[in-house]
């Protein structure tokens, strides 16, 4: 079956620097989340979408900003890079509209390493 | 607002003896809960999840949780660990009515299965 498709897998930038990473998510699938984990840290929710446009957001920085294209794939773009930033990125699909029992599938990850 | 609490941040078993991993929730209304295993450098894995219908909910690989409204808990068990079960486990809380289904995450519990 499909899954959450991210790219890239790792990606390394300069400080500075910018960086978009890439979620394509499960095939009707009309929501997307995504979150950030630190080093030994839980995940935390940067934004979503639902039907390409924001529906919540969370901790997610002035720097970054995301959206959700026609196809329903996101795009989440990262500009003055700092190391902190450093983390794993998750993005996460589901079906949004009155459906209760619907779960969230999770993408592989990008690894983003800021030096 | 919902919170999840992990009570454990480590535990260590043996191999063949069962698994307690313990998740507190706390929530406004009735919530979907969920645990998520993932280990090291890979993503996040749906265990098992709970929305409303039977509270004993098997997951896959021999875990189980109990939903317990009156405990506001949900923790997870594994009659007999094994080697490969040694991983990061979270446990997350979501609304279950709307369109915005983010995770509020616990903050893991690391389990360790020596041989």
Known sequence: AAGVIQSPRHLIKEKRETATLKCYPIPRHDTVYWYQQGPGQDPQFLISFYEKMQSDKGSIPDRFSAQQFSDYHSEL?????????????????S????????????????????? | AQSVTQLDSHVSVSEGTPVLLRCNYSSSYSPSLFWYVQHPNKGLQ???????????????????????????????????????????????????????????WGLGTSLAVNP
């Open chain 2, 46 to 104: 749906l265990l098992l999840k709970y929305t409303s219908a039977a509270t004993l909910v098997k997951g896959i690989n021999g875990f189980e949780a109990e939903f317990k409204k009156s405990e506001t808990s949900f923790h997870l068990t594994k009659p007999s660990a094994h080697m490969s079960d040694a991983a990061e486990y979270f446990c997350a809380v979501s609304p279950r009515a709307g369109n915005n289904r983010k995770l509020i």
């Open chain 1, 77 to 93: 773009n990262m500009s003055s890079l700092e190391l902190g930033d450093s983390a794993l990125y998750f993005c996460a699909s």
């Open chain 1, 95 to 115: 079906l949004g509209a009155g459906r209760w029992n619907t779960e969230a599938f999770f993408g592989q990850g990008t690894r983003l390493t800021v030096v």
